[in-house]
């Protein structure tokens, strides 16, 4: 797949967009792409502070707003739709996708590589890239702190994924605790943090079925580190949510237990997104879900259909 790739963006000028508040992940993905192929980066709708900050470390600049038309080539990279990307419109004919999400029933896109039991983009941005013996630093740390940022810092990652990460050490010379440094939160955002987390904690609801417990909760941020805070007070799956004016945000996490017991939050998510005309999806222990609708009925949904599953 990397030489159609590779001939895709060494053609005409590229521009890599970044999903809605990218991650690390997708930031990573695009720094690696632009220093390999020096294509434009672009964020239409806003960066996490990571990601700011591998940005800042990396010295890559993102373009704010552009005109496709200028492009011959776009690639997406840790999304597979606009309502993702936060745009209206794209030429998916002249897109590419490379995503380790579950791959939709239908993308239009020129091109698609996804990967579900990748454990992020990065992983696949450096497999796709040949796993160079030698490369950069700065692609080195991109990829690594996006690896580190979807992992939950090796939480969840594979035996293929440390296998990875330690040849993008030996290949730049990019450390463990220098990728490790842009994850320290510090001043107003650090705090912000806690109090969602404590916040989760106070809403929380949960229910029980046999040996099983799942829990969910509201905050207006922070979403998945309030449903990782859940899951360390004891939740075998939890769901957290927010909800701004009609549209809601959710995202489920869940247990290894959970998902040796049959639970994919990410096809779950998926299902549910079809039917409330949403977009969802994700990992079998990491997934969202984002629509128009009455928070608390969604989550009411996720709960009782989780505990279908694992008690079924």
């Given at each position: 797949m990397m030489p159609e790739i590779d001939k895709f963006l060494s053609k005409g000028r590229a521009l890599a967009i970044l999903h809605a508040n990218a991650d690390a992940d997708a930031v990573g993905s695009g720094i690696a792409l632009s220093l390999r192929y020096e294509i434009d980066l672009h964020a239409p709708s806003g960066i996490s502070r990571v990601g700011k900050r591998l940005l800042e470390d990396t010295g890559i600049a993102v373009l704010d707003q552009v005109n496709f038309n200028d492009y011959d080539n776009i690639v997406v990279v840790d999304a597979s739709s606009t309502t993702m990307l936060g745009i209206e419109t794209l030429d998916w004919s002249k897109a590419i996708v490379i995503d380790h999400h579950s791959q939709p029933e239908k993308c239009e896109a020129r091109l698609s590589v996804f990967d579900e039991d990748a454990t992020s983009t990065c992983e696949m941005i450096w497999e796709l890239l040949g796993c160079p013996e030698k490369t950069d630093e700065k692609t080195g740390?991109?990829?690594?702190?996006?690896?580190?940022?979807?992992?939950?810092?090796?939480?969840?990652?594979?035996?293929?994924?440390?296998?990875?990460?330690?040849?993008?050490?030996?290949?730049?010379?990019?450390?463990?605790?220098?990728?490790?440094?842009?994850?320290?939160?510090?001043?107003?955002?650090?705090?912000?943090?806690?109090?969602?987390?404590?916040?989760?904690?106070?809403?929380?609801?949960?229910?029980?079925?046999?040996?099983?417990?799942?829990?969910?909760?509201?905050?207006?941020?922070?979403?998945?580190?309030?449903?990782?805070?859940?899951?360390?007070?004891?939740a075998d799956v939890a769901f957290v949510a927010s909800q701004h004016k009609e549209e809601f945000r959710l995202t489920g996490r869940a247990k290894p237990s959970a998902l040796k017991a049959g639970l994919h939050l990410g096809k779950m998510l998926e299902e549910l997104a079809r039917e409330v005309g949403g977009e969802g999806g994700g990992h079998d222990g990491a997934a969202g879900l984002s629509g128009?609708?009455?928070?608390?009925?969604?989550?009411?949904?996720?709960?009782?259909?989780?505990?279908?599953?694992?008690?079924g």
């Open positions: 740390l991109a990829l690594l702190v996006g690896i580190l940022g979807d992992t939950g810092h090796f939480h969840h990652a594979t035996e293929k994924t440390l296998l990875n990460a330690a040849a993008i050490i030996l290949a730049s010379g990019v450390t463990i605790q220098d990728a490790l440094a842009l994850f320290e939160a510090t001043g107003q955002d650090e705090i912000s943090q806690k109090i969602s987390r404590l916040k989760g904690g106070q809403r929380l609801k949960f229910e029980r079925k046999g040996r099983w417990l799942v829990a969910a909760s509201q905050v207006s941020s922070f979403e998945s580190s309030v449903a990782r805070g859940l899951l360390g007070l004891g128009v609708g009455d928070v608390e009925a969604m989550l009411n949904f996720c709960v009782k259909k989780a505990l279908g599953v694992l008690t």
